[in-house]
């Protein structure tokens, strides 16, 4: 399997309604990143949260990091029709300066 | 601020022809970094420049590809001949030190 694997690959919710995504990696990193990708379009950094650091918020978006278990969720609250995307986790293995992206997470939100 | 800018947006080439993609990082990061998106799959990692060195091309495929960063400023990304299965949507992302990696809205390729 993938370095940076996200659960689940797709995800179906009613606006309003919270959204989890989760992620696992295998080696040691030195810190985790969350992107978004809308249809055709770039990548968006949404959160970066360091390997020292349990859980970080921003806005609606919620990131928590277990480096014993290699594992990390995002969670956005409150979801909106605008959220539904492409996520991907990302991580940036030690010793290398490169991201390692997941198969990402395809979260549709129904209005 | 300038963002990540990448030309084009979009590539429609027939197989065998020769494609150049080009990304203009934030200016002053030292680190560029092109990766590729093919077929929905997930996001994998092409190469990484320091300033004009190629610090890690593990992820290149195969010898059709080349990249440069002639002067450690803008990069290009050359498919000569392109396959089929180079179809793809190409990311280029620029970062200063360890910070974060900003990218660009991608190119998106398509062999035909």
């Known amino acids: 399997s993938q370095q940076g694997e996200e659960d689940p690959q797709a995800l179906s919710i009613q606006e309003g309604e919270n959204a989890t995504m989760n992620c696992s990696y295998k080696?040691?990193?030195?810190?985790l990143q969350w992107y978004r990708q809308n249809s055709g379009r770039g990548l968006v950094h949404l959160i970066l949260?360091?390997?020292?650091?349990r859980e970080k918020h921003s806005g609606r978006l919620r990131v928590t990091l277990d480096t014993s278990k290699k594992s990390s969720s995002l969670l956005i609250t409150a979801s909106r029709a605008a959220d539904t995307a492409s996520y991907f986790c990302?991580?940036?293995?030690?010793?290398?300066?490169?991201?390692?992206f997941g198969s990402g997470t395809r979260l549709q939100v129904q209005p | 601020e300038a963002g990540v800018t990448q030309f084009p947006s979009h590539s429609v080439i027939e197989k065998g022809q020769t494609v150049t993609l080009r990304c203009d990082p934030i200016?002053?990061?030292?680190?560029l970094y092109w990766y590729r998106r093919v077929m929905g799959k997930e996001i994998k990692f092409l190469l990484h420049?320091?300033?004009?060195?190629?610090?890690?091309e593990s992820g290149m495929p195969n010898n059709r590809f080349l990249a440069e960063r002639t002067g450690g400023t803008y990069s290009t990304l050359k498919v000569q001949p392109a396959e089929l299965e180079d179809s793809g949507v190409y990311f280029c992302?620029?970062?200063?030190?360890?910070?974060?990696?900003?990218f660009g809205q991608g190119t998106r390729l398509t062999v035909v």
């Open positions: 080696t040691s990193i030195n810190n």
């Open positions: 949260i360091r390997s020292n650091e």
């Open positions: 200016s002053g990061h030292d680190n």
């Open positions: 420049f320091v300033k004009e060195s190629k610090q890690d």
């Open positions: 990302a991580t940036d293995p030690a010793g290398r300066r490169a991201l390692t």
């Open positions: 992302a620029s970062s200063q030190g360890v910070g974060e990696a900003f």
